[in-house]
């Protein structure tokens, strides 16, 4: 099993920053592509960033530029800079990866997910 937990969410004014982290500990061989996403209230989940393990990323056009997604395999952690916050960022965000088990195939765990809200 693996287990993946989010922390660095909370309340912060527009215009602000954050910085989320997600770190995955268990059955872990090796981690693949890591995910942050979020959901909003009445909203459909939508991926935020992406990064591989060679360390390429990919953005949703609405934080290019704003958003810096992060990892360091050593410590199989992974995180979320958040720069120029605005209202429209309130949401739960979760962490998402793919992970090569000893003793299992690749499999998809999220975590359990951590509130940011921007007040403006």
């Known amino acids: 099993q693996v287990q993946l937990v989010e922390s660095g969410g909370g309340l912060v004014q527009a215009g602000g920053s954050l910085r989320l982290s997600c770190a995955a500990s268990g059955d872990i061989r090796a981690i693949n592509a890591m995910d942050w996403h979020r959901q909003a209230p009445g909203k459909q989940r939508e991926l935020v960033a992406r990064?591989?393990?060679?360390?390429?990323?990919n953005y949703a056009d609405s934080v290019k530029g704003r958003f810096t997604i992060s990892r360091d395999n050593t410590k199989n952690t992974m995180y979320l800079q958040m720069n120029s916050l605005k209202p429209e960022d309130t949401a739960v965000y979760y962490c998402?990866?793919?992970?090569?088990?000893?003793?299992?195939?690749?499999?998809?765990?999220w975590g359990q997910g951590t509130q940011v809200t921007v007040s403006s």
């Open positions: 990064i591989t393990s060679g360390g390429s990323t």
């Open positions: 998402n990866a793919a992970v090569n088990s000893w003793y299992s195939p690749e499999s998809v765990y």
